[in-house]
C-alpha cells in the first residue's frame, strides 16, 4: 500500500490554529476509524497524539484535535506554542491488516 | 511503567542478517490484549511499519518486506525480535520497536527511544 499523503510543511504563527491532513483511499482511512497522528521530535521516538480519529491519550494537551471526512483526516493544532515546532505523523489501519504512515508534515511556528 | 528497549548490532554487512531485540520492562509482554511492533525510519525520511506480534505469536507483516520479515516473541525473557534478511543499504534506518493496544487498534501508545542500525560494508 502506498503511503498516506501529507503536505511536506505548514506554518502559523503563535496563537494561531493550524491544520495538516492526511489523504488515503476506501481500503484505509475512509473504511476505518483507525486514523491517529504521532508527534516527532528531532533524534526522538514518535509520540502518539490522537488515535481513532478524535481521541487524545491522557496527558495530551487539549489543543490537539483530530478529524475524518472521507478519505481525508485532519489534525488541528490551536494556540500554537514555539513548542510544537516539529514534525507530525498520520497513520491508518490498511485493509489486509497492515499500518501505513503518512509521509510526515513539518511545523512552523513563525 | 512499562518501557521498551531496542538493543542490536549497529552496523550490518550488505547481504547479511539484520537483528534487533526489543526487551520489555515494567511489565509483562503477556499483559492484556497487546500486540509489539517493529517500526523503522530511514534517516531523514518517513516512518514504515514492519509487523506486529502477540504473545502467541501470531504475527501480522508489511507485505512489501513479507519475505524477508521475521518477527518472532521469547515470552520468558520478555524480548521480542526482528530479523531482517538479505540487507541492503536501503535497510539503513533507525528502528524503534512499540506496543500497539490490541489488535482492533492499530494505534502505538509507546515507543522505545530507537536504534540506528547502518547497512555498510
Known amino acids: 500500500q502506498s503511503a498516506l499523503t501529507q503536505p511536506a510543511s505548514v506554518s502559523g504563527s503563535p496563537g494561531q490554529s493550524i491544520t495538516i491532513s492526511c489523504t488515503g483511499t476506501?481500503?484505509?482511512?475512509?473504511?476505518?476509524?483507525?486514523v491517529s497522528w504521532y508527534q516527532q521530535h528531532p533524534d526522538k521516538a514518535p509520540k502518539l497524539i490522537i488515535y481513532?480519529?478524535?481521541k487524545r491519550p491522557s496527558g495530551v494537551s487539549d489543543r490537539f484535535s483530530g478529524s475524518k471526512s472521507g478519505n481525508t483526516a485532519s489534525l488541528t493544532i490551536s494556540g500554537l506554542q514555539a513548542e510544537d515546532e516539529t514534525f507530525y505523523y498520520c497513520?491508518?489501519?490498511?485493509?489486509?491488516?497492515?499500518?501505513?504512515f503518512g509521509g510526515g508534515t513539518k511545523l512552523t511556528v513563525l | 511503567q512499562v518501557q521498551l528497549q531496542e538493543s542490536g548490532p549497529g552496523l550490518v554487512k550488505p547481504s547479511e542478517t539484520l537483528s534487533l531485540i526489543c526487551t520489555v520492562s515494567?511489565?509483562?509482554?503477556?499483559?492484556?490484549?497487546?500486540?509489539w511492533a517493529w517500526i523503522r525510519q530511514p534517516p531523514g525520511k518517513g516512518l514504515e511499519w514492519l509487523g506486529i506480534?502477540?504473545?502467541?505469536?501470531?504475527?501480522y507483516h508489511n507485505a512489501s518486506l513479507r519475505s524477508r520479515v521475521t518477527i518472532s516473541v521469547d515470552t520468558s525473557n520478555n524480548q521480542f525480535s526482528l530479523r531482517l534478511n538479505s540487507a541492503t543499504a536501503a535497510d539503513s534506518a533507525v528502528y524503534y520497536c512499540?506496543?500497539?493496544?490490541?489488535?482492533?487498534?492499530?494505534?502505538?501508545?509507546?515507543w522505545g527511544r530507537g536504534t540506528l542500525v547502518s547497512v555498510s560494508s
Open positions: 512499540a506496543r500497539q493496544v490490541g489488535y482492533g487498534s492499530w494505534y502505538l501508545d509507546l
Open positions: 515494567g511489565g509483562s509482554i503477556s499483559a492484556s490484549d497487546y500486540y
Open positions: 506480534i502477540n504473545d502467541s505469536g501470531r504475527t
Open positions: 476506501s481500503s484505509n482511512v475512509g473504511s476505518f476509524n483507525l
Open positions: 481513532e480519529v478524535t
Open positions: 497513520s491508518s489501519y490498511a485493509r489486509g491488516d497492515s499500518l501505513i
